[in-house]
T-cell receptor
Framework: ETGVTQTPRHLVMGMTNKKSLKCEQH?????MYWYKQSAKKPLELMFV???????ENNSVPSRFSPECPNSSHLFLHLHTLQPEDSALYLC??????????????FGEGSRLTVL | KQEVTQIPAALSVPEGENLVLNCSFT??????LQWFRQDPGKGLTSLLL?????REQTSGRLNASLDKSSGRSTLYIAASQPGDSATYLC???????????FGKGTTLSVSS
């Protein structure tokens, strides 16, 4: 039990599908993050939310659409993805982002395969 | 833009050896630096967090040091065990941004 729960753990979708990844944290944190992990590459930061406000969008294509309805939940909506978007998508949370970033806690990830 | 380099990329050792994993970063203006381990196909587990004002942190057989001015951190693993086999990642938290930036990691294999 990591305190950060991601669903689904595995997802296979076609390029025309629409799906969503969900992340929930039970740690009372105020910052949540989406990272992408592709083979042979470092983790890539996608989005940061601090107190429900998006504070960073790391030039992510619009086919990825984040949503943060409250400090405990974070979604990544997916539509018209490409095969190169296949990766492990990791959600994380921390007390805050920026100057008061403390320890970062990760979920187990959602393994996405785009056919 | 912060760049993080971890050396070596891979390491294989027999059980019982003491190890040093290296991490360097280009922008020394950081709030803290965190070390993680990742098992294959899994998420990341936090190992140690060093604040920018600290020189080192210890947890069990793990000791991490930070030399912020030279942009370096090391993770020392004492008396390695097969269960230590994993990928180890370091990630500084930049003052210029809002999130941690990661290196590619060091993949460690400890044989019994």
């Amino acid at each position: 039990e990591t305190g950060v729960t991601q669903t689904p753990r595995h997802l296979v979708m076609g390029m025309t599908n629409k799906k969503s990844l969900k992340c929930e944290q039970h740690l009372g944190h105020n910052a949540m993050y989406w990272y992408k992990q592709s083979a042979k590459k470092p983790l890539e930061l996608m989005f940061v939310y601090n107190f429900k406000e998006q504070t960073e969008n790391n030039s992510v294509p619009s086919r990825f659409s984040p949503e943060c309805p409250n400090s405990s939940h974070l979604f990544l909506h997916l539509h018209t993805l490409q095969p190169e978007d296949s990766a492990l998508y990791l959600c994380a949370s921390s007390q805050e982002s920026g100057a008061n970033t403390g320890e970062l806690f990760f979920g187990e990830g959602s393994r996405l395969t785009v056919l | 833009k912060q760049e993080v380099t971890q050396i070596p990329a891979a390491l294989s050792v027999p059980e019982g050896e003491n190890l040093v994993l290296n991490c360097s970063f280009t922008d020394s203006a950081i709030y803290n630096l965190q070390w993680f381990r990742q098992d294959p196909g899994k998420g990341l587990t936090s190992l140690l967090l060093i604040q920018s004002s600290q020189r080192e942190q210890t947890s069990g057989r793990l000791n991490a040091s930070l030399d912020k001015s030279s942009g370096r951190s090391t993770l020392y693993i004492a008396a390695s065990q097969p269960g230590d086999s994993a990928t180890y990642l370091c990630a500084p938290a930049n003052q210029a941004g809002t999130a941690l930036i990661f290196g590619k990691g060091t993949t460690l294999s400890v044989s019994s």
